[in-house]
């Protein structure tokens, strides 16, 4: 989600100088940006949001207008003219819908980017603690140990490797790089474990032992998580069995016994078949996802 928005420069000499006086209602707005690593300001964002919502409006209120007064009539062979603004006025109010819809769904998709980076941190960090507590202990420098890091790949891997661009290439002290880091991450854990780095650093404080107790400290938490996922595994298998998989045998012995007795064999058949073959996958499905969701780990 990083980069520049579309069209934002053009959006900004459009709505720049009447969004100004309301930029302080957007500072949440500017702080998840931030935390999903949209370089992107606030205002160039937003002016934007502006603009695809009204964009999205016009095409909307054209649209809505050639379907509603007129494809519609023409197929129906009714064109009255209660009709015709009966079908402008729905028009109008598809294209405010979608213009306020779009805005919406551009403001709340920082903030729902960041809660979903958050859970991916968390469940990565207690394995990349541990392996920054095993290169620290080789003796290496504590850059090198980011450096180290970033070669793992996935979301903390990404985050280590903009913190040693921000020493190596911008020649940035590690302490203010790692508090430039807590700032924008979204996970209160990582941050509080950057601002820890970033004093032992300052201080020259042991790295190695404040990792290996952190290692500790989250391995702890993971096997608790583990301990905790297991038993919402043993539950939902439970939900699962006795409401998808009985119940559905259940329901298709029922209308078998019954569809002889209404006549009605033919509906009986196509209800089974939806039974057996889209809903029972679709909720094993649903299922799978739900439990991938809530693994403890990447």
Not at 104 to 116: E, F, I, N, Q, R
Not at 159 to 176: F, P, Q
Not at 217 to 232: I, K, P
Request: proline share 4%.
């Amino acid at each position: 989600m990083s980069g520049k928005m579309p069209l934002g420069k053009k959006a900004v000499g459009l709505f720049g100088k009447m969004l100004e006086p309301y930029l302080s209602y957007f500072d949440t707005l500017k702080l998840n940006l931030k935390k999903v690593g949209v370089r992107t300001p606030v205002n160039e964002y937003v002016c934007a949001l502006i603009l695809y919502s009204l964009i999205g409006f016009i095409v909307a209120l054209i649209v809505g207008s050639l379907v509603f007064a007129y494809f519609i009539p023409m197929l129906t062979n009714n064109i009255s003219g209660y009709d015709a603004v009966y079908s402008y006025t729905l028009s109008i109010i598809i294209a405010i819908l979608t213009g306020g819809g779009v805005f919406l769904a551009g403001y709340y998709l920082p903030p729902t980017k960041a809660k979903s980076l958050k859970s991916k941190i968390d469940r990565s960090l207690p394995f990349a603690v541990f392996y920054m507590a095993t290169t620290a202990s080789s003796g290496i420098n504590h850059t090198e140990i980011f450096n180290m890091l970033s070669k793992r790949g996935g979301v903390i891997g990404d985050e280590a490797g903009r913190i040693y661009n921000d020493v190596n290439t911008l020649g940035m002290d590690l302490s203010d790089a790692l508090q430039k880091a807590a700032v924008r991450t979204p996970s209160n854990l990582f941050a509080d474990l950057l601002w820890s780095m970033a004093t032992i650093v300052t201080t020259g404080g042991d790295m190695q032992k404040y990792l290996s107790g952190k290692t500790k400290s989250f391995m702890a938490q993971y096997r608790r998580n583990l301990n905790n996922y297991a038993n919402q595994i043993a539950l939902y298998t439970e939900i699962y069995v006795t409401l998808v998989i009985v119940g559905s045998l259940f329901f298709i012995v029922l209308l078998s016994i019954l569809s002889p007795m209404v006549g009605g064999s033919g509906f009986s058949l196509v209800l089974q078949t939806f039974l057996v073959f889209f809903f029972i996958p679709a909720v094993s499905m649903g299922f799978i996802v739900l439990l991938k969701g809530i693994y403890p780990s990447e």
